[in-house]
Each structure stands twice: as C-alpha cells, then as structure tokens.
C-alpha cells in the first residue's frame, strides 16, 4: 500500500515563499500523475497543480500561475511544490494526491497560513 506524506506547511507573511513536499512511501511507485489540492476553511477542496509523472507537463490552476511550480524527482518518488508571493487567499490544507491505475490516494495535508 503506497502512503503519501506532505511537509513544508507553516506561517509566512504575503509576499513570502514556502515548498511543500510529498513522498511517497510504500511499494513500487508509478502513478499516472501527481497532484497538489487545497481546502480552505468552508470551501471545496480545489487542484491547484498537477504533474505527469513520466513527461514531467506541469498543469496550475489560474489562480496560481506565475506564483507556483510543480515539480518531481522520480527516484525520490517526491513531487513538490514551490510556492512564490503567496497571498492570504492562498491560505488552505494542501494536500498531495497520486493518480494510479487502479486507485487515488490522498496524503494527510498540510496547514499553509499567509498572514495580511
């Protein structure tokens, strides 16, 4: 059974910068994509950026383009995501989800809080 565990949440002012992380533990590891989602208090859970883990294409969401980057090191099973000028609106859990054959999975979250 494969686990996805994200790090890198926290506080950090507008303006500032935080880079999430996921790696997945487990068995052999090949997804289809990989995706980074939030959820801000009282509001739906949204992809914010995904990534095809063969190619390496890269989708954002509008919300986030020029401001965000999605990446992955494919021996580390790791996907990232590097967040720029981050925003109060930014504010949400993040969570990581990995696309496979035969299921989703979702990590656990991760707070991200950007104060005004």
């Known amino acids: 059974q494969v686990q996805l565990v994200e790090s890198g949440g926290g506080l950090v002012p507008a303006g500032g910068s935080l880079r999430l992380s996921c790696a997945a533990a487990?068995?052999?590891?090949?997804?289809?994509?990989m995706g980074w989602f939030r959820q801000a208090p009282g509001k739906e859970r949204v992809r914010v950026g995904t990534?095809?883990?063969?190619?390496?294409?890269?989708y954002y969401a509008d919300s986030v383009k020029g401001r965000f980057t999605i990446s992955r090191d494919n021996a580390k099973n790791t996907v990232y995501l590097q967040m720029n000028s981050l925003k109060p609106e930014d504010t949400a859990v993040y969570y990581c989800?990995?696309?496979?054959?035969?299921?989703?999975?979702w990590g656990q979250g991760t707070q991200v809080t950007v104060s005004s």
């Open positions: 989800r990995a696309e496979l054959s035969t299921a989703r999975i």
């Open positions: 990534i095809s883990w063969s190619v390496g294409t890269p």
């Open positions: 487990g068995r052999t590891f090949s997804p289809y994509t």
